[in-house]
């Protein structure tokens, strides 16, 4: 069974003040791995694909990478506005997509 | 382009009622996934329905059923509910297969069920 875990579970940072998120999984043949941002009472929102490891994406103030077991998101000078729930998930080739708990991201001004 | 839309975005029903919720898929996309995310947790998977059959299916007993029409939008049924079904129940919808080609689902601002 696929498995996926976040940490920290929280996390509060300065704004400007860089840190990274873990995803670790556990899979039966990893297909892609994807990490969604989500804000209170709303949806997930799409931020990156990752197929293999090795890869790399970036978006504004946002990095993400790959392994074989795990996968950071870095955040680099974030700002408040960056505040949010970031999920985790994987898909694997039976398609089963799996999400993890998300960290939840507070920077202060 | 309209996105995902689920409706009705709040609702209250007591113990053993019944409840349906709806929701209509990104344009261009005919493949529908339901999500369960209990407060604090992140989104577990119900079901999937593409060409209005279920495809998939996680670890949810029988008292949730679903249904997919021909225009691609979908319904999620809740028999006898439960204080443990008060959840934020997600649609996300994609292009089949289920996350198309890049892994992206494109999620609604989902139903928030209150069961008292």
Redesign the interface.
């Known amino acids: 069974e696929d498995q996926v875990t976040q940490s920290p579970e929280a996390l509060r940072l300065q704004e400007g003040e860089s840190s990274s998120l873990n995803c670790s999984y556990t899979v039966s043949g990893l297909r892609g791995l994807f990490w969604y941002r989500q804000d209170p009472g709303k949806g997930p929102e799409f931020l990156f694909t990752l197929y293999s490891a090795g890869e790399e994406k970036e978006k504004e103030r946002l990095k993400a990478t790959l392994t074989k077991k795990e996968s950071f998101l870095h955040i680099t000078a974030p700002k408040p506005e960056d505040s949010a729930t970031y999920l985790c998930a994987v898909l694997d080739y039976g398609q089963n997509f799996v999400f993890g708990p998300g960290t939840r991201l507070s920077v202060l001004p | 382009d309209a996105g995902?839309t689920q409706s009705p975005t709040h609702l209250i029903k007591t113990r053993g009622q019944q409840v349906t919720l709806r929701c209509s898929p990104k344009s261009g996309h005919d493949t529908v996934?339901w999500?369960q995310q209990a407060l604090?947790?992140?989104?577990?998977?119900i079901f999937?329905y593409y060409e209005e059959e279920e495809?998939?299916r996680g670890n949810f007993p029988d008292r949730f059923s679903g249904h997919q029409f021909p225009n691609y939008s979908s319904e999620l049924n809740v028999n006898a509910l439960l204080l443990g079904d008060s959840a934020?129940y997600?649609c996300?919808s994609s292009s089949h297969?289920?996350?198309g080609n890049?892994?992206?689902?494109?999620?609604?601002?989902?139903s928030?069920l209150t069961v008292l």
């Open positions: 995902v996934s999500y604090g947790q992140g989104p577990q998977f999937q495809r998939q934020l997600l996300a297969p289920p996350a890049t892994g992206e689902l494109f999620f609604g601002e989902g928030r």
